[in-house]
């Protein structure tokens, strides 16, 4: 049974919004970065150019993104009370700016102190978040798969936190005896499956079947799907307990699970879309298609890897499972909803301020059709740029400035869809103190 949409329940648009407006602009620093690296970036996945470049994208563009949904999303999904929504983004969105800052510089800069200061303003600025989305969620009354999702996503990014943290923690202290990549690959592990994408999962559920007219998800891959996920990130997080010669027995097969578990998914998402009720494809419908590919070449991808180990071993094969993941999986999911999201909350809040007999203008005005088809044929392009570039570095330069041009176009959208709701806000306002007076 889907949860019933609370819409009253909706926090003030200025709280998702400052989280939307904030994520494009490091999805630009990042691209910038990498071009200013080039070829240097690309050499493996330890270069510092491809550390700065993936934290910008992961601890900033996603996890702003992503917050400033699930603040949206919980209240009006699970028509959860979320303690104090204004105090709370005043609070979280620029402590997690700034430590997106830190953690960028301190892999720039080679500094190991910005680590330090870095883990402890994420822990302030998740820590805040985390608490009222646990308390929100665990007390509200709905019920549901979704809801239950969420809240096992929410349990995936706290364990992503801890472990993020402690990285962290080794680095600014320089401690050499810590087994660094068997807690990287964990908190990788957990921070791509355990939080995006289990939020993604869960959103999907709802948002795929209303927004592009999909029948529903089957009810048993509703279940399955996240039970399974989460059965196989504690397995693999097992390996930090049982000696490494043991774990290697049984650490492929569990792998192997997850995989197919994501590509049953992706697999799934294409054939539900493939059955809409509406032939016409939007920008959203687009973005969620070259999403669940990528995640299908992911897949494949690493089935690859795993069957031919001298490929899985190329320093390049983590970069190119990088790129398919963060800007092919995640940026264009993140991106195709916020194309939906901004346009439908101007309408929402608008239509409270007006008279009936004036009614705001429609979703569709809200960013121009061609706008987003031109910043989405960018997007892809940056995509098709970026893995080609991992083979091919001469071209890492254009991939880095291809990718920031479509993370400023996304930001100018975003921003032209503030101006038409304060535009028209503004008007509301005005006409009400004219009929007052």
């Known amino acids: 049974m889907q949860p019933v949409l609370s819409f009253e329940q909706a926090p003030p648009i200025s709280v998702p919004y400052r989280f939307f407006l904030t994520a494009p602009l490091f999805g630009i620093v990042a691209g910038l970065i990498l071009a200013w690296y080039g070829q240097d970036a690309f050499v493996s996945r330890w270069s510092s150019g491809a550390l700065a470049m993936t934290h910008l994208i992961v601890v900033d563009f996603m996890l702003q993104a992503m917050c400033g949904s699930l603040l949206q999303f919980v209240a009006v999904v699970a028509g959860a009370n979320i303690w104090r929504p204004r105090l709370v983004a005043a609070v979280v969105h620029p402590l997690i700016t700034t430590g997106a800052v830190l953690l960028a510089s301190a892999f720039v800069l080679e500094m190991p102190a910005l680590f330090l200061l870095a883990a402890g303003v994420f822990a302030i600025a998740l820590g805040l978040f985390l ?122 097969g569990v792998s192997v699970l997850g995989m197919l578990l994501a590509g049953m998914y992706a697999c799934t998402t294409l054939w539900l879309q493939a059955r809409r009720r509406r032939r016409l494809t939007d920008v959203t419908f687009a973005y969620w298609r070259v999403a669940m590919l990528s995640l299908l070449v992911y897949v494949c991808s690493w089935v690859i890897f795993e069957v031919f180990p001298q490929l899985g071993s190329h320093p390049r094969a983590a970069l190119w499972l990088g790129v398919l993941a963060l800007p092919g999986v995640f940026l264009s999911i993140i991106i195709g909803m916020l194309y939906k999201i901004m346009p439908f909350l101007n309408w929402l809040h608008l239509q409270r301020l007006c008279d009936p007999k004036a009614p705001p203008p429609n979703m569709k005005q809200m960013i121009p059709e061609a706008a987003m088809r031109g910043q989405m044929r960018l997007h892809f392009s940056a995509i098709a740029l970026l893995l080609a570039a991992i083979w091919w570095t001469p071209l890492t330069t254009l991939a880095g400035l291809v990718f920031a041009l479509a993370c400023l176009w996304l930001e100018w959208n975003l921003i032209g869809a503030v101006r038409i709701y304060e535009n028209f806000r503004d008007r509301i306002l005005a006409s009400g103190a004219d009929r007052e007076s």
């Open 131 to 252: 608490t009222v989305m646990a308390l929100a969620l665990l007390n509200t009354p709905a019920r549901g798969m979704t809801i239950h999702v969420l809240r096992l996503a929410v349990l995936g990014l706290l364990i992503t936190l801890l472990l993020g943290i402690t990285l962290a923690g080794v680095l600014g202290t320089q401690r050499t005896e810590f087994p660094l990549l068997v807690f990287v690959n964990v908190h990788v592990a957990w921070g791509l499956g355990g939080w995006a994408l289990m939020l993604v999962i869960g959103v999907s559920y709802l948002v795929v079947p209303m927004f592009q007219l999909t029948p529903a998800y089957p009810v048993w891959l509703t279940r399955i799907l996240p039970v399974g996920l989460l059965a196989v990130l504690i397995l693999w997080s097992m390996q930090l307990l049982a000696p490494h010669g043991e774990a290697q027995a049984w650490q492929s």
